[in-house]
């Protein structure tokens, strides 16, 4: 049974740093694509970042610079660092797995086959 359980969310100022951490269970982690999503109520769910399975990453481009996301395959962790937050990056945080495709970093969320349950971040300004 595949688990992804995120924690790290929280209330923050704007202008300062959040690290979302996310673990992994039941999936064969060194080797599948690994997401960052995030969605606020009553719209969609968006693409944050994406890291493939050597390491490889893709950013949206409204966190280039400011977020950065990283695996840790030993520990079966995935991590985004959140620097500079502001009002808008306001949302739900979701982890999202890819186990079918190792070679596609895709960018949508029905590319991903396993979700998170979910982190709230607020942003105050």
């Known amino acids: 049974q595949v688990q992804l359980v995120e924690s790290g969310g929280g209330l923050v100022q704007a202008g300062a740093s959040l690290r979302l951490s996310c673990a992994a269970s039941?999936?064969?982690?060194?080797?599948?694509?690994l997401a960052w999503f995030r969605q606020v109520s009553g719209k969609e769910r968006e693409f944050v970042a994406a890291v493939a399975w050597n390491g490889g990453t893709k950013n949206a481009d409204s966190v280039k610079g400011r977020f950065s996301i990283s695996r840790d395959n030993a520990k079966n962790m995935v991590s985004l660092q959140m620097n500079s937050l502001k009002p808008e990056d306001t949302a739900v945080y979701y982890c999202?797995?890819?186990?079918?495709?190792?070679?596609?970093?895709?960018?949508?969320?029905?590319?991903?086959?396993?979700w998170g349950q979910g982190t709230q971040v607020t942003v105050s300004s």
């Open positions: 039941g999936l064969s982690f060194s080797s599948v694509v």
């Open positions: 999202a797995a890819d186990t079918t495709r190792r070679w596609v970093v895709g960018t949508g969320k029905d590319d991903y086959n396993y």
